[in-house]
């Protein structure tokens, strides 16, 4: 039997995260949430998940912050940031904080499935199947 895939979903809005939850857990996922970036941070200190959904806008420590801090301490994983600004730069900033990918809200979950197809077959030295596009 196959690993179970670990997620972490990092988002301040609980109607995002229960969303986001109840798709992957019927996906086979083995998801956690958390509701801010501090709370992501204490998750990883007990656990090595496989791939990090992460909001960018968040009170406090904001998602770019966090994926910068994960970057330094070795995080090597997938990252994909979600963010209800579709625009241009803010992709780019995503992409130079050391996000992988990068979708808008709302999030269209066929897309944001391939994405995570694509990372999680990348980063496990596979072949990826899914995605590699990093638009929207």
Same mark, same amino acid.
């Given at each position: 039997?196959?690993?179970?895939?670990?997620? *972490? =979903?990092?988002?301040?809005?609980?109607?995002?995260?229960?969303?986001?939850?109840?798709?992957? =857990?019927?996906d !086979?996922?083995?998801?956690?949430?958390?509701?801010?970036?501090?709370?992501?941070l204490?998750? *990883?200190?007990?656990?090595?998940?496989? @791939? @990090?959904?992460?909001?960018?806008?968040?009170?406090?420590?904001? !998602?770019?912050?966090?994926?910068?801090?994960?970057?330094?301490?070795?995080?090597?994983?997938?990252?994909?940031?979600?963010?209800a600004?579709a625009?241009?730069?803010s992709?780019?900033?995503?992409?130079?904080?050391?996000?992988?990918?990068? =979708?808008?809200k709302p999030?269209?979950?066929?897309? *944001?499935?391939?994405?995570?197809?694509?990372?999680?077959?990348?980063?496990? #030295? #596979?072949?990826?199947?899914?995605?590699?596009?990093? #638009?929207?």
């Amino acid at each position: 039997m196959a690993k179970k895939i670990s997620l *972490l =979903i990092v988002d301040d809005e609980e109607s995002v995260r229960d969303s986001l939850n109840n798709w992957f =857990i019927e996906d !086979g996922y083995n998801v956690a949430c958390a509701s801010d970036a501090k709370e992501a941070l204490s998750k *990883l200190e007990a656990r090595n998940y496989d @791939i @990090i959904l992460a909001d960018i806008k968040m009170p406090g420590m904001d !998602g770019m912050e966090a994926t910068q801090k994960l970057r330094q301490q070795g995080f090597d994983r997938p990252i994909i940031a979600l963010t209800a600004n579709a625009m241009r730069e803010s992709r780019s900033k995503c992409l130079a904080a050391g996000c992988d990918d990068f =979708i808008s809200k709302p999030i269209d979950r066929k897309k *944001l499935v391939e994405k995570l197809a694509f990372w999680i077959g990348k980063s496990r #030295g #596979g072949e990826s199947t899914g995605s590699p596009e990093t #638009g929207p």
